[in-house]
């Protein structure tokens, strides 16, 4: 059995074979968002250093920029205690989020509403202009 293999084997998928991955910015600690991962996004982020999830809206595996060109360049990966959690350590090229922002965390719960506290730094329709 390959390392990759015994990677797998520690680690608590759901019952839809999903596990929820958090992107976390390498060297600033900043929290970039939380998607989805299967075993193919896992064996294919360790086996190509890039990071790949599993879509749920659209049933498939995704490498992090394929349509936007704002990859994630995976640094390390790591296990919760428990093992049902994944920590991905990136290097974000862009924006992580399909709004433009660098973070899908943009809203903060402030004075009894949310309030958003980062603008865009690229529109989505750049992102994505076949509508991505």
């Known amino acids: 059995m390959d390392s990759i293999e015994r990677a797998l084997k520690e680690i608590k998928f759901d019952p ?3 596990v929820p991955a958090i992107a976390q910015q390498h060297d600033t600690g900043e929290v970039l968002m ?5 075993r193919d996004a896992i064996r294919a982020s360790l086996t190509e250093g890039h990071a790949y999830y599993w879509s749920r ?3 498939k595996l995704w490498r992090k920029g394929e349509t936007s060109g704002q990859i994630q360049q995976l640094r390390e990966l790591r296990l919760d205690c428990d093992g049902d959690a994944v920590l991905l350590l990136v290097d974000q090229t862009g924006v992580a989020c399909h709004t433009g922002r660098r973070s899908c965390f943009f809203r903060a719960w402030r004075n009894a509403g949310w309030a958003v506290i980062e603008e865009p ?3 989505p329709q750049i992102l994505y202009p076949g509508g991505g």
């Open 34 to 38: 939380m998607a989805w991962m299967n």
């Open 16 to 18: 839809d074979g999903l």
């Open 121 to 123: 730094q690229i529109s």
């Open 57 to 59: 809206s659209r049933a």
